[in-house]
């Protein structure tokens, strides 16, 4: 814990170290800094999140869902179609490019592709009219929300808006959109980010970022927006479900002093045993609470696809555990996680960074900054095992 709490410190001090340093500086040290960050991060091929290093195979099939991706696919076009030949050049990668795996929450991370800053106001319609296509209205919600809050912080920072933003996104498409081949868009920016991978009608929404600081806007712009707050309170309701004896497997004995997810930026091969109260020992209705929690964030992609994840979801619940570190009071800051061989979800409150001039304790996690987190374990983060089988039947030889 003790390490989490040093780099989010680093991070801090950098915050401030660089807000006093001339734009063109900070520009090129923070070119540095996301050098270096994914030089580290991809140093390692992808092999996906696994519990023991080993990965569990024949867990997901290329086959038709029966669900159309037509939408999607025709929303990609248009939305390719709007920008600029220089745009667009700087935003289309193949479907196997490492573009997929370069992302991070960090607001100084220099992202690639097209940012909602550069785009004109048909260009950005046409954006949204794709992620509209690809999420449920609740996703689409929480998307807009998010950058709406990042607006907020920019305000709490004194007007920084060079480095928080509504419109600090950027969107590449990896691949060609297609009816039958495989191709998908990743939406990058601070707290929001998607990969969204499409085959046919198959389609694997993860890795998936969502967050905030501030979690809840008290004033300025977009005051009254709030994000998570279902998230953090279905995952502590579920907690209060247990038993007694439940509760002591699924708390972990871990102190709740930092920041404490595992699967955010270049994690891609993280290794997590399975910790906590497994569904096994739950009752009927313990089962279906925690259903409801995992579809809180499934039900964030369209509707038709949320449902087969779903389905999914439940063919593995007996194998499903559920665990808790932090406060279990009502109020209290916490962090929970989900796994099973086929999903992880991780919910955090994290200590503050951007706002820590407006909280009690600066030192302390906050209810004012989630981060959540979910992965596709066992090789299929960004589709790549769907991307794997596709290949064995149909040979790639290109870039």
């Known amino acids: 814990m003790k390490r989490w ?7 801090m001090l950098l915050g401030l170290l660089y807000s006093q340093r001339p734009a063109g500086d900070r520009v090129e040290r923070f070119r540095t800094m996301s050098r270096d960050a994914e030089a580290k991060g991809l140093a390692q091929p992808f092999k996906g999140v696994t519990t023991d290093g080993t990965l569990v195979a024949g867990l997901y099939k290329v086959e038709s869902t029966g669900v159309s991706t037509a939408p999607v696919v025709k929303a990609a076009e248009a939305f390719l179609a709007a920008l600029t030949p220089e745009q667009r ?14 992302w991070m929450n960090q607001h100084f991370y220099l992202r690639q592709g097209v940012g909602f800053n550069e785009m004109s106001e048909g260009q950005r319609e046409a954006a949204f009219a794709m992620l509209r296509a690809s999420l449920s209205a609740r996703g689409l919600k929480l998307t807009r929300d998010i950058m709406r809050l990042n607006h907020t912080l920019g305000e709490m920072n004194n007007d920084n808006f060079q ?25 990058d ?5 998607i990969n969204y991978f499409v085959l046919g009608d198959q389609v694997v929404m993860s890795p998936v970022f969502v967050g905030s600081e501030p979690v809840i806007a008290y004033e300025g712009k977009y005051k009254g927006v709030a994000i998570m707050q279902d998230e953090q309170d279905m995952g502590h309701k579920f907690l209060m479900s247990l038993s007694e004896e439940q509760r002591k497997k699924a708390v972990l004995p871990v102190s709740k002093t930092g920041n404490n997810n595992v699967g955010e930026a270049f994690k891609d091969n993280v290794v997590l045993d399975y910790a906590g109260v497994p569904v096994a020992e739950l009752t009927a209705r ?4 925690l259903v409801a929690l995992i579809e809180r964030y499934v039900g964030n992609m369209d509707d038709g696809h949320a449902k087969l994840k779903m389905e999914e979801v439940r063919r593995h ?5 559920f665990a808790w570190v932090g406060q279990t009071e009502p109020g209290g800051v916490f962090y929970y996680r989900i796994h099973s061989p086929v999903i992880l979800i991780e919910f955090d ?5 951007g706002i820590r001039q407006h909280v009690e304790n ?8 989630i981060h959540a987190v979910v992965r596709t374990p066992n090789g299929n983060d960004y589709g790549k095992d769907l991307l794997r089988q596709h290949y064995l039947k149909h040979p790639h030889t290109g870039n």
Do not use: C, N
């Open 5 to 11: 709490v040093l780099v989010v410190s680093f991070f």
């Open 189 to 193: 920016g601070h707290h929001v980010i």
């Open 286 to 289: 313990q089962r279906e609470q």
């Open 362 to 369: 600066p030192r302390a996690p906050t209810r004012q900054h």
């Open 89 to 102: 050049k700087k935003t289309e990668f193949s479907v196997d490019d490492e573009e997929w795996r370069k």
């Open 317 to 321: 619940l007996e194998k499903t555990f």
């Open 163 to 187: 480095e928080y933003g509504e419109w600090l996104y950027w969107i590449t498409v990896m691949g060609k959109p297609s009816a039958k081949e495989p191709w998908g868009w990743q939406i």
């Open 349 to 353: 409150h994290q200590l503050p960074v």
